[in-house]
């Protein structure tokens, strides 16, 4: 299996955890840190909507809190012919902890699109900002 392929996979497993009773809209995510390790994530809904948390985020915080920094990559899946991209509020994120990474889109049935944070994010507000 390649990194890709297996960061993924990664994320395809975490999206079986994934709490959307309220969207159905069930997703997964997958961080690769420079030191190997690979934090998987699932969205995670709840009654008032508004505190629900998107599974690239989850990933990041897990990674986060467990130490890590540096990341490599980012794999998002979902069952969807069209492939989903972070929303604006993880592309932030993802900004802030990985930077100009590639964020690998995937869906259950092998199609794949890799597109880099810089071409999704062009002109992000960060650290240099302030
Ligand atoms: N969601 C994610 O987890 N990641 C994305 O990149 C897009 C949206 C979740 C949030 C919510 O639980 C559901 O998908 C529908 O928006």
Redesign the pocket.
Known sequence: MSENETLISAANQAREN?H?P??N???G?ALRATSGRIFGG????NATYGL???????AIFKAISEGERGFDAIA?V?DTDIL????GA?RQLIWEFCGDVPVILANLKGKTETIRMKDLFPKPFDSSNL
């Open positions: 994934a959307a309220y969207s809209f069930r997703v995510a699932c969205n995670v809904e629900t948390v998107c599974a690239e985020r989850v998002v979902t989903t991209p972070p929303c993880c």
